[in-house]
């Protein structure tokens, strides 16, 4: 959890104070994050056989999911009040959870329906709160 404090602390102060276009930004972050953890892997795993659909997967991954995603966040950063950007962040819950409940068809039992509501209740209460 102090990682992730310092990271979003840090992430701010560079979106926001620096003139760095966020791609490179998420470029600079997610490749040395990625060189860490792919020698990580390959010393504790060792080099894996990856088909066609492996690789297609991967990239997939990497660039839509991962460098997309973070580029988005990283021009948040910069351009919205932290506040906002925190609020998107705290968000993060509920959008994971309907979309595993609507394209991968995961049931959602009612309690987590209850949990959901509640989280966008908080987010909303504190969206008002700060106007």
Known sequence: MLTNAVSAVLGRRIN???NIPPLIVTTVS????AAILLAA???TQGIPHLTVENLTVIIWLALVNTAFAFTLWNHTLRSLPAMESSI???T???QIALLAWLVLGEELTGKE???LILVG???LVVQIRSK
């Open 41 to 43: 892997g390959t010393i």
């Open 121 to 123: 209740a908080g987010v």
């Open 88 to 90: 998107i962040n705290s």
């Open 30 to 33: 997610m490749g040395f994050g």
């Open 16 to 18: 926001h104070k620096e």
């Open 113 to 115: 329906w209850l949990g």
């Open 92 to 94: 993060m819950l509920i």
